[in-house]
């Protein structure tokens, strides 16, 4: 039975994929700093894994992916880097706090994951790292900076170790959501209102699932961004294309609407 270890996995996005992948009878694991959200989860699912994971800590990430695996036979087949904070305003105004919670939980986090997750995914034939990154690193946004930063971090990350890992056959992906319904999207940025919030956690999970079953051509191209919703493949396709200045126009609009 293959597996997948979800981090931020209590709720929103990270809760949806759990519930798509147990649906096609997959072994899962749910990580997370909420304790309420986790006893939640394991009342509804019992028969998945749960555990408290900060993902900013490689002591309790290590100890993790163990306990999982203990669960698999040693394997695992996608690790799903989910968890993630956002804290709208502008760099001026938030805390020195939020700025670094946000580079650690959304950067770093993601970096230690794919770390320490590595041992388990060399030694699972096809295995996947799925990072979920965001529209927000098509073009840097105002009033949420650091996120979107972070989310640039992911890209690069991404595409980094889909190089390095190609010869111990695992593949990286990320996916590239716009708004969706979930907490994050709960904030005064004025993208969030400008675009809308009209994505699923449920179609995001359903692009997750496609990843990690991916075409033949998705394979010969070696692909590694999967966008969700129609608004962030036209901007994403459109900054491959259109000059700089433009792709800045666009973005001021949405930031300024």
């Known amino acids: 039975m293959p597996s997948i270890f979800i ?36 009342a509804n699912h019992p028969e998945w894994i749960t555990g408290t994971l900060d993902v900013r800590d490689e002591n309790q990430w290590a100890q993790a992916l163990e306990e999982f695996t203990s669960h698999t036979g040693g394997t695992l087949d996608v690790l799903d880097n989910n968890a993630g904070i956002l804290v709208a305003g502008l760099i001026t105004d938030i805390s020195a706090d ?7 939980i959304d950067a770093l986090g993601v970096a230690l994951g794919a770390q320490i997750a590595h041992p388990y995914l060399k030694r699972t034939p096809g295995a996947h790292l799925v990072n979920i990154s965001s529209a927000s690193a098509i073009y840097g946004q105002p009033e949420i900076a650091v996120y979107s930063a ?11 170790l889909e190089l390095e890992w190609e010869n111990d056959d695992i593949r990286v992906v990320g996916i590239w959501p716009l708004w969706a319904k979930t907490a994050l999207a709960q904030n005064d940025a004025k993208s969030t209102k ?23 051509q998705d394979k010969l191209l070696h692909r590694t961004s999967y966008t969700v919703g129609l608004h ?3 901007l994403a396709n459109a900054a491959k294309f259109v000059p700089n200045f433009v792709s800045r126009t666009i973005n001021k609009y949405l930031a300024q609407s």
């Not at 096609?24 to 006893?39: P, S």
């Not at 972070?150 to 980094?160: D, M, P, R, S, Y």
């Open 7 to 42: 981090t931020g996995g209590a709720a929103g996005i990270g809760l949806a994929t759990a519930e798509r992948f147990s649906r096609e009878g997959w072994t899962v694991g749910v990580y997370d700093v909420d304790a309420d959200g986790l006893a939640k989860v394991k």
């Open 150 to 160: 972070t989310k640039f971090f992911v890209a690069g990350l991404t595409e980094a």
């Open 98 to 104: 939020a700025v670094r919670r946000q580079i650690e």
């Open 232 to 234: 962030t493949t036209v």
């Open 194 to 216: 400008t675009l809308g919030v009209r994505i699923t956690p449920e179609q995001v999970a359903d692009k997750v699932w496609e990843s990690v079953h991916p075409s033949a």
